[in-house]
């Protein structure tokens, strides 16, 4: 039943990437992105406000990691995803994002002196093939005659963005509990976010964007971290690792069974490829126990 956790947990971010592609009709990327966090501030205040005043000694002199972690992992890797869903599907996005994990590999190199194996350079070029296949729709000298689209660039930077949070939160160990590392990036995202909010043609959310706010705050945001954090608890970082990719096969399906995208050969070619390169970096660097660890903590790198 303890499987059940990171299984729950990818279901949510995979749903996530179908709700950031429904918002992107209803609401601006701006006002999503910011009354995502500041929906979830106002729901963890009353648990964890307590506990900032105490260990405000602690905090403080973290707040400038604590802002920058915020500004990659919800600022520039959410609204990324916002803006991105505008002008590429729910399928594209989850299937970038799985790149993650492998983005992850490589900075670790220069941010935390690993080494990369041989598996993982094999990994990365299998995985950056896959990807190229699917943006270029089968063509792979697509790009030699004309750029890819907004949208899917948009989520390159969001998934590095993202990468290079979750190399930074492995760097910057900081001794606090995982409710108040998520309170207080928030916060800081919900303050960083606040003045591209106020750039919104319509400040207020429009009534049918409601739900979907409260689910990326409620589901997304609190429910689903703190399952991940559990799952890592429970049966170790390697194992809920694996679970990971899960998360575009999810998005993928629930992108053809309730949007109605179509799903293409390019599709499922390119993202066997690239979920199998990061399947086969990740392999090599478990077995040496070097892994850079999914605590991931305050979002969906799917959207």
């Known amino acids: 039943m303890i499987y059940l956790l990171p299984l729950f947990t990818v279901f949510i971010w995979g749903m996530n990437a179908i709700a950031?592609?429904?918002?992107?009709?209803?609401?601006?990327?701006s006002a999503m992105s910011f009354y995502r966090w500041l929906f979830a501030i106002v729901i963890l205040t009353p648990f964890c406000l307590v506990k900032v005043i105490r260990l405000w000694g602690e905090i403080k002199p973290n707040l400038a990691k604590l802002a920058c972690l915020g500004l990659l992992g919800m600022v520039i890797n959410q609204s990324c995803g916002y803006y991105a869903a505008v002008t590429t599907t729910a399928s594209n996005?989850?299937?970038i994002s799985s790149l993650v994990p492998l983005m992850a590999i490589f900075l670790s190199v220069p941010?935390?002196?690993?080494?990369?194996?041989?598996?993982?350079?094999i990994g990365g070029a299998i995985s950056l093939i896959g990807l190229a296949y699917m943006l270029g729709k089968g063509d792979m000298l697509f790009f030699l005659?004309?750029?890819?689209?907004?949208?899917?660039?948009?989520m390159v930077i969001a998934s590095l963005a993202y990468a290079?949070?979750?190399?930074?939160?492995?760097?910057?160990?900081?001794?606090?509990?995982?409710?108040?590392?998520?309170?207080?990036?928030g916060f800081c995202a919900m303050v960083m976010l606040a003045p591209i909010w106020l750039t919104s043609d319509q400040l207020l959310p429009p009534v049918d964007s409601v739900p979907i706010i409260l689910f990326a705050s409620i589901a997304?945001?609190?429910?689903?971290?703190?399952?991940w954090i559990k799952s890592i608890d429970a049966i170790g970082a390697d194992n809920s690792a694996m679970f990971m990719n899960l998360l575009p096969v999810v998005a993928v399906t629930l992108a053809a069974t309730t949007l109605g995208e179509t799903i293409h050969i390019y599709h499922l070619i390119g993202g066997?490829?690239?979920?199998s390169g990061v399947i086969l970096a990740q392999i090599k660097r478990n077995k040496k126990n070097d892994n850079i660890e999914p605590t991931i903590l305050n979002n969906d790198p799917a959207q």
């Open 20 to 29: 950031s592609k429904m918002a992107a009709s209803i609401i601006e990327p």
């Open 93 to 95: 996005m989850a299937l």
């Open 111 to 121: 941010l935390l002196g690993k080494p990369i194996s041989l598996n993982g350079i």
């Open 145 to 154: 005659s004309q750029s890819i689209t907004q949208g899917d660039g948009l």
């Open 164 to 185: 290079l949070y979750c190399v930074l939160l492995k760097r910057w160990k900081m001794h606090l509990p995982n409710t108040i590392l998520i309170y207080m990036q």
């Open 220 to 227: 997304a945001s609190i429910a689903a971290p703190w399952m």
């Open 272 to 275: 066997i490829m690239v979920i």
